[in-house]
């Protein structure tokens, strides 16, 4: 399917590897000129010419924290007029709510609630001028089922989530559509790395941990980024101007809801 939007020029932020990247690639596959952004360089870099390489666009790179004010300033100040942003930044480590302190739900919220929110408040207005624009959010399936042991994700997710539901339909006349995108689990490093914690504490090794986790999901394995990628950029479409603040789980069936 040609997704009507070769040419438009997207924001990707938080994208040098994982899902992020698997979104700038969809993208990037549809004709899409790229801002992407991540904090080491080299990686970044290497992500920016492979997807030059593969896809002929053209792809601007701002090694930056994004969750840093100065960082969003210097992504946002190279991205300029974007037709799509898709934002993304790493998620809370895992723990305990009995050891979470004000610093901690701080640090989240500013990552995974307010940083999402200041790129929206900062494109909203020219997407709006131009009438058509979208935005995705990459959320995470902990908005629709809570997971204990990443509280500071549900939190901060569910925060920017409510935010989203009522900005949607504020800007939804004006031909933009903002839209979640809520993945379960997905081959990445962020997997590796909560797989890595809970073999620990179950004393198990990594494998066995990442095999227990898949055998609990309907679809008996992991997501990949590349499978991600095509729904955002499915958002991302010409076709999806009447998909407006919904929240799309990406689970394998894993939250066992009917809605
Ligand atoms: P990942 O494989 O660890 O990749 C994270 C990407 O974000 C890297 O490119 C990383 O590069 C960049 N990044 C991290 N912090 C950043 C920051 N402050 N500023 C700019 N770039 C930053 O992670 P992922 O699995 O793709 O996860 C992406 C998001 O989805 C996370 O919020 C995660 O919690 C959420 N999620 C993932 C899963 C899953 O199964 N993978 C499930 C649910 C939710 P640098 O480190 O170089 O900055």
Redesign the pocket.
Known sequence: MDLGIRGRRALV?????????GCAEALAASGVDLVI????AD??AATAAEIRAAHGVDVTEVA????SEA?RAAVLDAAGAVDILVT????PPPGHWSEWAREDFIRALD??MLTPIALMQAVLPGMMARRWGRIVN?T???VKAPIASLGL?NAARTGLTGFVAGTARQVAPDGVTINNLL????D????ASLDGAAARAEGISPDEARARRAATIPARR?GT?AEFGAACAFLCSAHAGFIVGQNLLLDGGATNTTL
């Open positions: 932020t938080a994208a040098s590897k994982g899902l992020g990247r952004n991540a904090r080491g990686a970044l930056a924290d994004i969750t960082g993304n930044a790493g998620g990552a995974n990459i995470s399936q902990a994700s993945p379960g689990i997905h990445t490093e962020r997997a992991y980024a």
